[in-house]
């Protein structure tokens, strides 16, 4: 039965994205207008947990550019630009408690409704028309539609990057007392001749300061030696050492055997991170470039996948924000080029360290990542049995959602604050971005078992396990995942009769 219902929902189903109702025939001359309107409506008609506004950037690129006879429409772009960039730069002021509370609805003026709907394609008497001016708010339709979208949930503007730095007493001052005593402790590991790595694994788990993850990062990856005296040396070498791989290798980037690579990495780019300023900047899109060009030529085994292009960017932003504090909308080109050369360098070995732990996630048919998903499978039939028989009955396989959570680490999930958070855990825990990450997996798909219960259909699960909403989680949510990935772990890594590695 269930399977009869899914196939007949793909199959006849009007509502499904990219599908026209049938009585509605799509005429060629305005095509894009209608793409844009059914995505606008989908799109408000879901709780994407990690996308923000995707429906204003999906609006943007589908609209054709305007014309010198039509300045308005720079003007008003700009304009929205303008405020955004300013709620952006007004929520960095406040405390992260008042960040993560979701926004009072009263708080939204009908007016600035208006406004921002006035950017989108509208139905007006059975046409599509471009709302540009206020007369077009008196129909009947419009007002309707208005109303609308003012009675759905609101979905705020709140920095993925920015306020990063606060983030290590969630819903508390920056530096409390016990945030200054740890910051004094990883203070004087760092500085010891021979810094002890358990030690620094050991304080780094619960999550490490702003003003010492950078240098923490470096060691706790392999990247730098425990030795104080050797750092310097060897980060001039391999810093050198990869940029004689960009002279060596990347002219090659147009050649025959390497242009599809390339061609991948260079629309997959744009697509990092499409929301945060920093990563839209031409300079940083191409240092993401230079960094997986490279690292694709020298391991053949897996080359570039989808997917890797990701795991760049936590590295990018902590070695970012050794200089620049409001990482999120800094003008990365404004450094000087030695600096932006070393942070470069720094995340692409970083990365590499990364990489060659779960390097078969990315190897042909990436066996890596469907042995995982089938031990969270198990693992979860075992933790909790009515979620796995939730499934069974509706006929929704763990690939179809936990591909993407073994692939990108759980980034596409999380707010890039949290996965910073995350990876401080990762990289003190023994096998953190493998073994580990199962656990953290499986808690994060428990952690919504109401949600997940209360669907009755393969849409609504589906639509769930791929939109889950942490857009406003912090590091309390973070740490209570982790402690609870820690607890499963501690349960069922060494119990051969409930889950074996």
């Not at 009869?4 to 509502?15: D, G, P, Q």
């Not at 004094?184 to 003003?211: C, M, V, Y």
């Not at 080359?303 to 960017?313: A, E, R, S, W």
């Not at 936990?402 to 401080?424: G, H, K, Q, S, V």
Request: hydrophobic content about 35%.
């Amino acid at each position: 039965m269930a399977t009869e219902n899914r196939i007949n929902f793909w199959r006849r189903n009007a509502k499904v994205p990219g599908r026209y109702p049938k009585d509605t025939k799509p005429k060629f001359n305005n095509l894009k207008s209608k793409k844009a309107s059914s995505f606008h409506e989908f799109a408000r008609s879901t709780n994407d947990a990690w996308d923000i506004d995707e429906e204003e950037d999906e609006d943007f690129l589908s609209t054709p550019a305007p014309t010198l006879s039509s300045p308005s429409g720079l003007h008003s772009t700009s304009t929205q630009t303008q405020q955004q960039q300013q709620i952006q730069a007004d929520d960095t002021e406040t405390g992260v408690s008042d960040r993560l509370s979701p926004p009072s609805t009263e708080a939204l003026d009908f007016k600035d409704v208006q406004e921002e709907d006035a950017e989108y394609w509208e139905h007006v008497n059975g046409k599509v028309v471009k709302s540009s001016s206020d007369a077009h708010l008196n129909t009947p339709s419009v007002r309707s539609t208005l109303q609308k979208q003012q009675s759905l949930p609101v979905r705020p503007i709140i920095p993925l990057v920015a306020r990063m730095s606060d983030q290590n007493a969630s819903g508390a001052p920056p530096m409390t007392v016990r945030e200054k005593s740890r910051l004094d402790k990883f203070k004087q590991l760092l500085a010891s001749p021979n810094t002890d790595l358990e030690e620094l694994r050991k304080h780094s788990w619960s999550g490490i300061p702003r003003e010492v993850r950078p240098i923490t990062w470096r060691l706790l990856s392999g990247y730098l030696p425990a030795n104080k005296e050797r750092r310097e040396l060897v980060m001039k070498r391999k810093r050198d050492e990869y940029f004689g791989f960009i002279e060596q290798y990347y002219q090659s980037r147009t050649d025959e055997h390497y242009k599809d690579t390339y061609r991948q990495i260079h629309i997959d780019i744009p697509r990092t991170n499409p929301l945060i300023p920093l990563f839209q900047q031409p300079a940083v899109q191409e240092v993401f470039e230079r960094i997986l060009f490279i690292w694709a030529i020298r391991h053949p085994a897996s080359g570039y996948v989808q997917g890797i292009n990701d795991l760049v960017t936590p590295f990018f932003v902590v070695f970012l924000s050794e200089f620049v504090k409001d990482v999120e909308n800094f003008e990365v080109a404004a450094l000087p080029m030695d600096t932006q050369r070393n942070i470069e360098a720094d995340s692409f070995w970083c990365m590499s360290k990364l990489l060659d732990g779960i390097q078969d996630n990315y190897t042909f048919a990436q066996p890596g990542i469907q042995n995982k998903v089938k031990a969270l499978e198990e693992l979860v039939s075992r933790i909790d049995g009515d979620i796995h028989n939730h499934f069974k009955r509706y006929e929704v396989e763990y690939l179809q959602f936990a591909f993407r959570w073994m692939n990108n680490l759980l980034m596409r999930e999380l707010p890039l604050r949290c996965t910073i958070r995350l990876w401080d855990t990762y990289q003190a825990e023994a096998e953190g971005f493998t073994h580990f990450h199962l656990y953290v997996c499986s808690a994060f798909l428990i952690e919504w078992r109401k949600e997940i219960l209360s669907m009755v259909d393969f849409q609504g699960l589906l639509m769930l396990l791929q939109n889950l909403p942490t857009i406003h989680w912090g590091n309390e949510e973070v740490g209570l995942l982790l402690a609870e990935a820690y607890r499963l772990k501690y349960m069922f890594a060494d119990a051969p009769s409930h889950y074996k590695r």
